[in-house]
Nanobody, 123 residues
């Protein structure tokens, strides 16, 4: 199983950035793909997730509005579009997958994780 997040870097406050996550090595029974982020020294927090079967997305309440999760199933790539970035969005962003279905919230545990990509937002 591989999940390779990329696209991180430095961006100015208010700017946009899109992250990608190329995935492989697991079957369709891994129904959900998700994005998380973690600031060093702080608890990891969920951003949002997407169902591979339906394309339905769910976002953590604090992430609604500025973050968009999407996936190109033919290309086995997950995306996270971010806009109006703030300094507090600075974190390492991770992608993950799990067999749990996407309900009214994203799964709380994921079986497989990518290595993360660092996003730094500065003025």
């Amino acid at each position: 199983v591989q999940l390779q997040a990329s696209g991180g870097g430095s961006v100015e406050v208010g700017g946009p950035l899109t992250l990608s996550c190329a995935y492989s090595g697991f079957g369709r029974d891994y129904y959900t793909l998700g994005w998380f982020r973690q600031v060093p020294g702080k608890t990891r927090e969920g951003v949002g997730c997407i169902s591979r079967a339906t394309g339905r997305t769910v976002y953590e309440d604090s992430m609604k509005g500025r973050f968009t999760v999407s996936a190109d199933l033919a290309e086995n790539t997950l995306y996270l579009q971010m806009k109006s970035l703030k300094p507090e969005d600075t974190a390492v962003y991770y992608c993950a997958t799990d067999r749990n279905f996407l309900g009214s919230t994203c799964p709380r545990t994921y079986e497989f994780w990518g290595q993360g990509t660092l996003v730094t937002v500065s003025s």
